[in-house]
């Protein structure tokens, strides 16, 4: 099982982007997938994720900017982030909190590669 992420890139404050992560293997079912971000010396932070069923968490920083959504068929999440700021310059990355395979495993705790989002001012 494997998380792509894709979509970073450098833009402008107050322009858009939009990530993607896909999630591939046997895979028969993801619970929450998420979106975190993480600048050096910081920990990582929830921006938002989505469970199967369609509730959604969004961090403060980026509520009412950001819209987070899946495609469950597709396994991928998708992170819609308009006015950006120099403040969401970071790595993001996706997150699976459990999946379950094909044969019924639990995976626990999924991280994709991280993809870089620079916003310049």
């Known amino acids: 099982v494997q998380l792509q992420a894709s979509g970073g890139g450098t833009v402008q404050a107050g322009e858009s982007l939009r990530l993607s992560c896909a999630a591939s293997g046997s895979i028969r079912s993801i619970n929450a997938l998420g979106w975190y971000r993480q600048t050096p010396g910081n920990q990582r932070e929830l921006v938002a994720a989505e469970t199967l069923s369609g509730l959604t968490k969004y961090g403060d920083p980026v509520k009412g900017r950001f819209t987070i959504s899946r495609d469950n068929a597709k396994n991928t999440v998708y992170l819609q982030m308009n006015s950006l700021q120099s403040e969401d310059t970071a790595v993001y990355y996706c997150?699976?909190?459990?999946?379950?395979?094909?044969?019924?495993?639990?995976?626990?705790?999924?991280w994709g590669q991280g993809t870089l989002v620079t916003v310049s001012s």
């Open positions: 997150n699976a909190d459990e999946i379950i395979t094909q044969w019924g495993q639990q995976l626990f705790d999924y």
